[in-house]
């Protein structure tokens, strides 16, 4: 079975603009979430989705969105880009809620904002 | 809020045991989770606690105590692939659920 597989695997863009990544989730995965993780440091949690609904968010600002499609795979929009945003973005899928069940990391979409 | 607070890097010898440590404060606790990450990679799943005790999956052992907000990761017969990462994470409980993660344990395995 394939794993989780996110889209692109780099990206670069400047300032200002907005960037959207994709993740498709384990086949009968209902959850994805989206973390941010900077050199360093801890994935950063940013959102989850179950069942096409938003079921948590972090602590990141409204330039930040998220949805979930009927297929379950997520897209994660950023607007407005700034530098600070430049970081290994993770998608992770479950089968259940994340957090009472095992997730699932794709490879991750290095974003870099010039 | 919610945090966690774990040692930043951890020297061992192959073929020890080594520790980490994770402690946590949080409200609505639901399960503390551990993943193993090398350079490059992505996070993998490595041991996940909802109860109280240890939990043994191979050479790698987690266990937790919740009323001390405490748990840890257990790495026994060190291997120098083991060199990475290792991060615990704690999930809330409820209909928003979140996913807070600590910053990390580096783990240096010598030969």
């Known amino acids: 079975d394939a794993g989780v597989t996110q889209s692109p695997t780099h990206l670069i863009k400047t300032r200002g603009q907005q960037v959207t990544l994709r993740c498709s989730p384990i086949?009968?995965?209902?959850?994805v979430s989206w973390y941010q993780q900077v050199l360093g440091q801890g994935p950063q949690f940013i959102f989850q989705?179950?069942?096409?609904?938003?079921?948590g968010r972090g602590n990141f600002p409204d330039r930040f969105s998220a949805r979930q499609f009927p297929n379950y795979s997520s897209e994660l929009n950023v607007n407005a880009l700034l530098l600070g945003d430049s970081a290994l973005y993770l998608c992770?899928?479950?089968?259940?809620?994340?957090?009472?069940?095992?997730?699932?990391f794709g490879p991750g979409t290095r974003l870099t904002v010039l | 809020g919610q945090s966690l607070e774990q040692p930043s890097e951890v020297t061992a010898v192959e073929g020890a045991i080594v520790q980490i440590n994770c402690t946590y404060q949080?409200?609505?606790?639901?399960?503390l989770s551990w993943y193993q990450q090398h350079d490059g990679g992505a996070p993998t799943f490595l041991s996940y606690n909802a109860l109280d005790g240890l939990e043994e999956t191979g050479r790698f052992s987690s266990f937790l105590s919740r009323s001390d907000s405490y748990g840890y990761l257990l790495l026994q017969e060190l291997q120098m692939k083991d060199s990475a990462s290792y991060f615990c994470?704690?999930?809330?409980?409820?209909?928003?659920?979140?996913?807070?993660f600590g910053s990390g344990t580096r783990l240096s395995i010598r030969p």
């Open positions: 989705y179950y069942e096409k609904e938003e079921r």
């Open positions: 992770a899928s479950s089968l259940g809620v994340a957090g009472s069940d095992t997730q699932y």
């Open positions: 086949s009968g995965h209902k959850s």
């Open positions: 994470a704690v999930s809330s409980r409820g209909y928003a659920s979140k996913i807070i």
């Open positions: 949080t409200s609505g606790f639901y399960g």
